[in-house]
């Protein structure tokens, strides 16, 4: 079966090496990651030392998956243990090893400071690389940026995944970001927020504050749970990724025609075109890789942010931890240009 990340090319790790020795692209390998609230993922891609001549479709060598690496979620021996291993597994995969890394780029969601970058940095170069790999620390959503982008820093990317952030640059540079500030502090239009507000909504029918709605019945029959007093123990598990996850359970009440589940999703489609409107206009315009929504009016909400700004909508080709590793080819390709 064939990988569906794969960008439509992971052939037999023997003859991924040798394939990509024989077009000239042995000089060593490089390794992105993208690492989110629920999930991590590694590939290791040959050296390109021409960012302009990418092959196509990318060569994918080793491709490896891990828990969540954010360490604000899990800690940070936690996050730590999950990038070492991912990286690890994806070296095995392709048959390299350490002697064989150019660069690094690693998109970590919770990389919100210089010192964040820092802090994961020095991980991965004290316990993995040598001083001569180039390790680049980028918050996740750039990454996914460069994966539709296909390396460039240019444009904005939005994400609604467990978290939400907007992220942006310009030609000139300048960057910009909106929400990403995590659960606490409000990233409404993502999966955590959507069910969060599914459950204040559960509780609210519950106690007579709130209208009946569709999202007791189908949320409690998902959990397993018979009363909405039981959800009550049930969110002290920290976990972001768990309460995100019922998602599903919103949208299939939406679509049934339940008015209150309806509601959340049109207000955090208006929160995330929010964002994106800010960034868009912070950024100038330009292009916008983003994520495709299968509820309507989600599309029509971002759709009409972009059209106010003339911006060129891009559905990304490649994922976005093969963004990260043309992040950090295109990184190493400047330098060597320079000098």
Known sequence: MRNPHSNGNLPKLEEGRESAEENGY????????????????????????????????IPILGRAVAGCTNRNSVGETAARD?????????????????????GVCLGVSGVNHPSDQEMVQNWIRWDMFPSHVKVYVQNDAIVALASGTMGKLHGCVLIAGTG??????????????????????GDWGSG?????????????????????????????????????????GWTYDPSWARMAALVPQVVSCAEAGDEISDKILVDAADDLALSMEKLLSGCNGGRCPKRQYEMGHWKRSLGASTDTFRAQTIIPKVEPAVGAALLAMNFLTVKIDVS
């Open 192 to 232: 955590y927020g959507i069910s969060a507000q599914a459950l204040t909504a559960v509780i609210r029918a519950h106690d007579g504050r709130g209208p009946e709605t569709m999202l007791t019945s189908t949320i409690l029959k998902a959990l397993g749970l018979s009363s909405p007093d039981e959800l009550i």
């Open 164 to 185: 939400c952030i907007a992220y942006g640059f310009d030609e000139d540079g300048r960057e910009a970001r909106a929400s990403g500030a995590g659960p606490i502090l």
């Open 26 to 57: 042995g000089d060593g390998v490089i390794l992105g990651l993208d690492g989110g609230a629920t999930s991590t993922v590694c590939v290791c891609v040959p050296f390109f030392p021409y960012g302009d001549r990418l092959p196509e479709p």
């Open 82 to 102: 999950s990038l070492e291993q991912v990286i690890s597994e994806a070296l095995v995969q392709s048959g390299s090893d350490k002697s064989h890394v150019r």
